[in-house]
């Protein structure tokens, strides 16, 4: 019977690895290309690229939608040639993920060479981030957003903050090395809290003076050093909009490329509806206010392009489905429709 037993758990144990596989190698491949230099510069030769020109990516619109084009190794190295920059910006590369089949993926960021140039070879144009990824497909999404966040941030750490010297990238992109200090750098991104506040039967949105006319969304904020979600979440509304949190509840996170590399922590948090009397900090927010159940379907359904009325005022309207505050609003909306 033992014997029956190990036979049946080596099969399960099997089968587990088995579905688990591709992507516990696909993680140690890549963990592999980050530590291996010379391994990483072989990935070079056959991976492909995504293009970017002070850190807008390059997109090709077909028809109605927008494509983000993956160029091979040596397409990417056809482009630099006409620029006479192939050897020199190959180098300045950075490793952002690779396929389930092991072909590394890099991002490039050619901001320095002429884009009209760049544009006209590859028939497509460099789109601010911030529109991309709202019309790009929602796989490629976090891709451009981990590739800009990655290829910001060597941009502004090429010297060392202890000794002032040049910091020297790897290969892969992972980390910089100062030699004169001995100091490693890695790329680190900030925590943000974003909270969709309610009292119950309603929700709470704001809007910054620099949104887009119309747009309201959760309340968010960077995390104090020193403090947990729940402190940060407490202390943001409270600030923010004078309220005090009861209860808060998790939903999920998502990486945010703005302003630098952000890693945005999603909650729903609960106040008290005998003291729900708003009290806007007007340094942080144009407007804050309540919006019930009615008002939130009619705004989720609203387009920024149609939220603008007769008088030049604007129909509130909310973040993209691509946006984790999207995903709160829904998430209250479903719960109140339950």
Known sequence: MAAVYQALHRGVSSLTCRLHSTYVRKMRYLNQLKEDDSLCRRAQ???????????????????????????????????????????????????????????????????????????????????????ALFVVDGKDSPLLASAQSLLRWHDSHQYCSKSGQPTEKNPAGSKRVCHASGVTYYPQVSPVVIALVSDGSRCLLARQPSFPPGMFTALSGFCDMGENVEEAVRREVAEEVGLEVESLRYSASQHWPFPSSSLMIACHALVGAQRAEISVDTLELEEARWFGLEEVVEGLKREPSSSKQDDGSFLPWFPPKQAIAHQLIREWLQQQTA
């Open 45 to 131: 030769t056959s991976g492909t690229f995504y293009l970017f020109h002070n850190l807008s990516p390059f997109l090709q619109k077909v028809g109605k939608k927008y494509l983000v084009p993956q160029l091979s190794a040596a397409e990417t190295r056809q482009v630099l040639e006409k620029l006479q920059e192939a050897e020199q910006w190959m180098e300045k590369s950075v490793l952002i993920g690779c396929s389930d089949e092991h072909r590394a993926r890099f991002a490039l960021d050619l901001g320095a060479l002429d884009k009209s140039v760049i544009e006209s070879e590859l028939q497509g144009s460099f789109t601010d981030l911030r529109k």
